[in-house]
């Protein structure tokens, strides 16, 4: 750990001491081993927002927008087509990063192959697709075989979405998902118009349009607790949308949840209903100065090893 990681580790444990001198001793960390893997993880999540941020922040090579480039990236391709003004690409990019993932063999390739039609020519861009998802359609039912491997190449999705499909028959597959999100968007509707709508609605703070367009993404496909929460988190580390979550959205969530049960109850299934313990958050990133995105993150990871500290990636 850095010396900067060390002397955040030390104001997190400090900090944490000072939550429970208030509210009292949190069961989950009556082992000293329990806290300090707590505070590691925790220092690990600040580390992939910060690093998102770079991201946002960074010079980009222009082959980062090339799907027939190894440089490929879609999270570093949105962040340079939305410094270029074109916002429904970037994110549409972040949209197929979050769905396809970045595997930890294979990288980008599924995302690179898909979005730059297997490089024979075009792009499956936002505009293209939005016009035409049955386009989409037929061109994922005619490379399909391709796709999942059948040229000798590997193309896997993330660790995260590896129960994802690609069949083009499948109502639940990439065809499906992506049809829904078009729908969701409704062209000629832009992603900022989208945003716009929600500021006239909820307001423009952040956290209030975070949490609206989340519960509006019900009717994308597949794009469940963590799909939404991901998407919608990063289009914001990005710079792309002005929104930032403000709950971790515990009822609907799974590893999260049972971190803070662990965390307040003691064991991953105490009887500790999820409305209450996200009031219990709040107090605890008040106290801790974390933000959601760090607390889901870290929680769920903290969870699967409570006593020995394991680097979990996505």
């Known amino acids: 750990m850095s010396p900067r990681d060390q002397a955040r580790a030390k104001d997190l444990a400090q900090a944490i001491a000072r939550y429970q001198a208030k509210t009292g001793p949190l069961p989950g960390l009556a082992s000293p081993h329990h806290l300090d893997v707590l505070v590691a993880q925790f220092i690990d999540s600040m580390r992939r927002v910060e690093f998102a941020n770079h991201i946002r922040d960074a010079k980009h090579d222009p082959a980062r927008m090339d ?12 962040v340079l087509r939305n410094r270029r003004g074109e916002n429904d690409e970037a994110w549409w990019l972040v949209f197929l990063g979050t769905h396809f993932g970045k595997h930890g063999t294979d990288g980008w390739r599924l995302a690179r192959d898909v979005y730059g039609k297997l490089g024979k020519g075009g792009l499956w861009d936002w ?19 391709t796709l999942r491997g059948g040229d000798g190449v590997r193309r896997r999705f993330s660790n995260h979405r590896k129960y994802e499909s690609l069949q083009a028959s499948s109502k639940k597959g990439t065809s499906a998902i992506v049809a829904s999100y078009v729908a969701w968007v409704a062209p000629p509707r832009t992603h900022a118009e989208l945003i716009r709508e929600f500021h006239r609605t909820v307001g423009q703070d952040p956290q209030a349009v975070f ?13 469940g607790r963590l799909g939404k929460f991901d998407f919608l988190a990063m289009l914001g580390k990005l710079g792309i949308a002005p929104i930032d979550p403000g709950s971790t959205f515990l009822k609907e969530a799974t590893g999260p949840l049972q971190g803070v049960r662990l965390l307040y109850g003691g064991a ?17 990133s008040k106290e801790t100065g974390l933000g959601a995105q760090v607390l889901e993150d870290a929680l769920c990871n903290w969870q699967k090893k409570p006593d020995v500290y394991v680097r979990f990636r996505g």
């Open 211 to 223: 949490a609206a367009l989340y519960h509006s993404m019900d009717s994308v496909q597949r794009f």
């Open 67 to 78: 799907p027939t480039s190894d440089l490929f990236d879609p999270l570093r391709a949105a």
């Open 127 to 145: 505009m293209t697709v939005s016009r035409s998802p049955s386009s989409f359609h037929a061109w994922l039912a005619a490379n399909g075989i």
């Open 268 to 284: 991953r299934d105490a009887k500790l209903s999820a409305a209450s313990l996200e009031e219990r958050l709040k107090d605890f």
